[in-house]
């Protein structure tokens, strides 16, 4: 009973919303008020079991970087001065790597589950951002290896500094066709 109250209070939203009928669709749906006592009570229980199977996944991050972090400086007595740098780059870009997934997907969908909660309404910008943020993810990670480790840091560097330099030569000698073509390969 529980799940059919749930969907007949969401159909009119998700059909003036998304134009679907929410009796075809498999979704799970939290109410917090205005249900039966059943019915907040097993979307609390919902809300509640997701959020810490998402936060257990967030503090074995921090529990295992930890731990590499303490490895790390218990061996910087046997490693050479540059090993050490290196570790130490890769653990900053790995950090941050793996802060990303939270930044972008995580705290969108807490907001998405506990707003609701407060009566605070989310609205539209929330598929917005969350689908924005998620497909900028693919952008993002690399980045962080671009931005933490040297090798990788002073590559694009070149990389850049030359094709900026072939479109120089390019427009200032008015050969645009060869020339620009040679750049992009």
């Known amino acids: 009973m ?3 109250e749930r969907r007949i209070y969401m159909q009119s939203s998700f059909h003036e919303t998304f134009n679907v009928d929410v009796h075809d669709l498999n979704i799970v ?13 097993r979307s609390w229980i919902g809300i509640l079991i997701v959020s810490l199977i998402s936060i257990d996944s967030v503090l074995v991050y921090f529990i295992f970087g930890s731990l590499i972090i303490i490895k790390i400086y218990k061996n910087d007595l046997t490693m050479n001065k540059k090993t050490r740098y290196l570790q130490k780059q890769l653990m900053k870009a790995l950090a ?13 969908c807490l907001f998405a589950w506990y707003f609701p909660v407060f009566n605070v309404n989310v609205g539209q910008w929330i598929f917005w951002f969350s689908s924005v943020a998620i497909s900028f993810f693919p952008v993002l990670d690399p980045l962080a290896l ?10 694009i560097v070149e990389i850049l500094r030359v094709g900026n330099v072939q479109l120089a030569i390019s427009s200032i000698s008015g050969k645009t066709s060869k020339t620009s073509q040679t750049s992009r390969g």
């Open 2 to 4: 529980g799940d059919e």
């Open 29 to 41: 749906i939290a109410l917090f008020n205005e249900a039966s006592r059943e019915t907040v009570n």
């Open 146 to 155: 671009f931005f933490f480790i040297p090798a990788f840091r002073k590559r």
């Open 96 to 108: 941050v790597q793996s802060s990303i997934p939270m930044l972008v997907s995580f705290l969108p």
